[in-house]
Each structure stands twice: as structure tokens, then as C-alpha cells.
């Protein structure tokens, strides 16, 4: 053995040393998982296109994305579900089209020219109650006044309000047909409590346009970001994430990321669809039945801080809550048949348990290999604990092999290191058997390559318990 260090050389008489911070075991890396939110801004955001964009308060949100965008109410969820996550932005480029627009007509009492009865006008915007109060007196025109007066003062109001002789406008602040969309996007109502001042159900202008995060995902695709939400599950932009996640993961980028998306749907079969067509084990689709009091990119967002939150990535998440997030009827919630359905087609189900939006069983879309059931990658703590070991190997490349020579030794040596990774991991319960595969750990240099050695590394993950099977035996003695 050579012994080598970085202490100059000089004449001087003396004992000199220096210090080497790398040796011996150097521990795990953290297993931070960054969340992307890819969203449009408000009037005077000022975040530009494709410009990701890391947030550190809600503050910071405001100014770079506007109130009431999409951006900040993803943020908001997302925060709400997870208080700790890590949060980038990027804006996709802007979506050509026009935004949506609700218009709210309020009348008098018939025969009277303002209210003779006191109460209050409620206006419901995915679960959110704004309350105007009606004194006697008042007239249409001047409640309209005071509800857009309300709305304009929720910060995160998805929309703006203006009025005029009794007529409330609200106008979505980005533009699209997903913002307005019956299922998973912005859906207002209205409620007359006790007043004589009646109000007619909200007239709904869809908003038009389809956005195109190819340019959002693509300023991303040099750094790592873990977990990337979309505010849609469109086959076009889906189709993007796909290509961007498997191209990241690949052996010469080495960024493990995941994707989650949300959609609203009549039945199990039309989520069932649209993850068969991707059968991705990076991509998640989270599926509510019919409707809920929430938008699909609020809910995406809000799952994701969840994902994020695990950090034990083979960990499972059966049953864990979103917080934050509204809860559908019960006439909506996934029978167990539906919920089992969705789960072997790689559909994430949530359902309402005990007041809380709850994950059933946090899979992928990769339910299927060359058209025949594959099982392997179905749960994310699969892959998530493939790359977190990945992670680790190359950590301890880097800190142990960089700028190394190759020497008879180095073999056994690295080969030994790769196994120590393995067992740290078996300690905390992510690899299993680490002995038992020993010998399939296997390191030689490389007989065409020069300066290139070959690991063969076996990776025996420690699946979650999803499933406990019993038979009770009745005995009446």
C-alpha cells in the first residue's frame, strides 16, 4: 500500500499532518425529497416562464406568482398538507386563450326596491364560504358591491369580482378550459340565507386554452426535483412528464423524480384508462370519484407534499391523510370494489376516512409488463428506495473513489464499500438479506475500458406491509 498526501513539501525540521474528513463510514445521505410545482401566475406575478424558482414563504409566492394563481394555490395546499416541504415553481409558458367567467345576478323583492327581510348571500367556490351579510334596506345592486368587495379580500381567491348593478363578475385569474372544468377545476355555486334579496345560480363562461408544460419541464431537467406535480392529467402533458422522468433516471443523469397528477372522474374505469396508457412506475395518478371541493391541481399539489414527507421511502402511506383538502360526498366515495379496481390498474384512490382525504395505497402506474400483470414496481416505495440507494452509492463514490488509480486492491476495496452501503441500509429496514446475497456482489475491471471498473450490485428492497390475512377460528367450548 502507497501512502499519499497533500502536505507541501518543505526543509523545515518538524512533524507536520493534515486532516482527511473521508475516513471511515460517512453515513447515509438525507433523503430530502425537493417538491416542483408546475403552474400559471396571476396579474402581477412577476416569476417569468420557465425560470425555475425555489420558495421559502408564502410571501415569496405572492410576488412571484400572484394571489389566487395557480401556482399559489398549489403552494397553499401543499403547505397546508406538509408544512416542512421543500417547494420549487416554474411557470409554464403562458396559455393562449381566455379565462373563464361566472356571473351572479341578484335581484330585489318582487314589487320592492331593496331588501325587506335581513340575511346573508353565501358564494361557494370549492368548498371556501364568503358570507355577505343583507341588512333591510339594502338593494341588489349594493349587496352585489359588497360581495365582490368580500371576494377581492380572499388572498387566495382563484378568480377576481367586479359588480354592477347587481351583477357579480368573477373572472378566473389564468387562462384555460382546465380552470373551469365541471370536474377538478374551480366550480362556484351560491346560497340566499334568510334575506328577501334572491340571487340566481352563477352563469358559467368556460375559459379556453390548453397548457403546454414542455418548456417549464425541460428548464427544470438539469436539476433534481423529486417529486413534480402537474395542475392536469391531459395525455398530452402527461406524455412530457413521462419522457422527462424516464430521461432523468437514466444511468448518465442519475436523478431519480416521480410525478403526480389528480383527476376527477364518473368511474374507476376512465382513471384505469389513462394510467394503462402510460404504465409508468415514476408516474402517480390520484383519482377522486365524481366531485370534491377541491381542484385536481391543489389535490396533486397537497399528495406530493405528502410523498414528500415520507422519508423512509419503502415506508408505505395506506391510509395517510392530505390535509387541508375538501372531502366528497359520501355518494362519492370509491366502493371497495372500485378501490381495489383502481389499485390493480395503478390508480391511486382517495377517500374520505374519518373527515380526512386519505391515500388507500400509494401505487404507480406500472401495473403491467408486455401486456401481463408485473407486480415489482407497483408500489412507489419501490423505486423511491431504488433511487435512494442508487443515491447512496454514488455518494460514497464520490466522497471515497474520486480521482483514485486503479491498483490490485481496489476490487475487493470498492466491492466491500458497495456491500457496507447495503448493509447501512439493511440496518434501517430499506435492504434486506444483505449476506444471504453476498456473493452476487461482484466488482472487476473492465478488460475493454480503460480506468473503468463494473459493480454488480444487488438491491433486495424491503416491501411495505400492505396486507395482513388471517383466519379466526371460533371454538365454543
Request: proline share 5%; aromatic share 6%.
Amino acid at each position: 500500500m502507497t501512502l499519499t498526501n497533500n502536505i507541501p513539501e518543505t526543509m523545515i525540521p518538524g512533524s507536520y499532518s493534515e486532516y482527511n474528513y473521508f475516513a471511515g463510514p460517512n453515513g447515509l445521505p438525507a433523503n430530502i425529497q425537493k417538491v416542483l410545482l408546475v403552474g400559471d401566475i396571476a396579474e402581477g406575478g412577476t416569476l417569468a416562464v420557465a425560470k425555475p424558482t425555489a420558495v421559502y414563504n408564502e410571501s415569496e409566492v405572492l410576488a412571484l406568482a400572484g394571489a389566487g394563481s395557480v401556482l399559489h394555490q398549489m403552494y397553499r395546499a401543499a403547505k397546508n398538507a406538509w408544512k416542512y416541504a421543500q417547494i420549487t415553481l416554474v411557470r409554464h409558458k403562458a396559455t393562449a386563450g381566455t379565462p373563464a367567467t361566472w356571473t351572479i345576478t341578484l335581484s330585489n323583492p318582487s314589487g320592492e326596491t331593496a331588501a325587506t327581510v335581513g340575511g346573508l348571500v353565501r358564494v361557494v367556490y370549492n368548498g371556501k364560504n364568503v358570507n355577505v351579510g343583507v341588512k333591510i334596506g339594502e338593494t341588489a345592486a349594493k349587496v352585489a358591491e359588497d360581495i365582490a368587495t368580500a371576494l377581492n379580500a380572499e388572498v387566495a381567491a382563484p378568480f377576481t369580482a367586479e359588480a354592477a348593478e347587481g351583477v357579480v363578475t368573477l373572472t378566473a385569474k389564468a387562462n384555460g378550459a382546465y380552470i373551469s372544468a365541471a370536474k377538478g377545476g374551480v366550480n362556484v355555486s351560491v346560497e340566499v340565507v334568510s334575506t328577501d334579496i334572491t340571487a340566481a345560480d352563477p352563469i358559467l363562461t368556460a375559459g379556453t386554452g390548453e397548457i403546454d408544460v414542455e418548456s417549464a419541464l425541460a428548464a427544470a431537467f438539469p436539476e433534481r426535483f423529486h417529486l413534480i406535480v402537474l395542475p392536469t392529467a391531459d395525455a398530452p402533458n402527461l406524455t412530457l412528464l413521462k419522457t422527462h422522468l424516464m430521461q432523468a433516471a437514466e444511468p448518465l443523469e442519475q436523478r431519480g423524480q416521480r410525478g403526480i397528477v389528480a383527476t376527477i372522474v364518473d368511474g374507476a374505469s376512465d382513471a384505469i384508462s389513462l394510467a394503462t396508457d402510460f404504465n409508468c412506475e415514476r408516474l402517480h395518478i390520484a383519482a377522486v370519484k365524481n366531485a370534491i371541493p377541491a381542484t385536481t391541481w391543489e389535490i396533486a399539489a397537497g399528495l406530493a407534499a405528502i410523498f414528500a414527507s415520507n422519508s423512509q421511502p419503502n415506508k408505505p402511506m395506506n391510509g395517510l391523510p392530505i390535509p387541508g383538502i375538501g372531502l366528497p360526498d359520501i355518494a362519492d366515495k370509491w366502493s371497495g370494489e372500485e378501490q381495489d379496481a383502481l389499485l390493480y390498474g395503478g390508480v391511486i384512490p382517495l377517500v374520505e376516512t374519518d373527515s380526512e382525504l386519505c391515500i388507500v395505497r400509494a401505487v404507480t402506474t406500472r401495473s403491467t409488463k408486455d401486456g401481463v400483470r408485473f407486480t415489482k414496481l407497483i408500489d412507489t416505495g419501490v423505486i423511491a428506495s431504488l433511487d435512494y440507494f442508487r443515491d447512496s452509492i454514488l455518494a460514497m463514490h464520490k466522497v471515497k473513489y474520486k480521482n483514485k488509480v486503479i491498483h490490485e486492491l481496489l476490487p475487493d476495496a470498492l466491492n466491500e464499500d458497495n456491500i457496507a452501503v447495503a448493509k447501512s441500509l439493511e440496518g434501517v429496514q430499506i435492504l434486506r438479506f444483505i449476506d444471504q446475497y453476498a456473493d452476487q456482489f461482484i466488482t472487476e475491471e473492465s478488460k475493454d475500458e480503460p480506468g473503468r471498473m463494473l459493480c454488480q450490485i444487488p438491491a433486495p428492497v424491503v416491501p411495505g406491509l400492505n396486507q395482513i390475512y388471517s383466519t379466526i377460528d371460533l371454538y365454543l367450548n
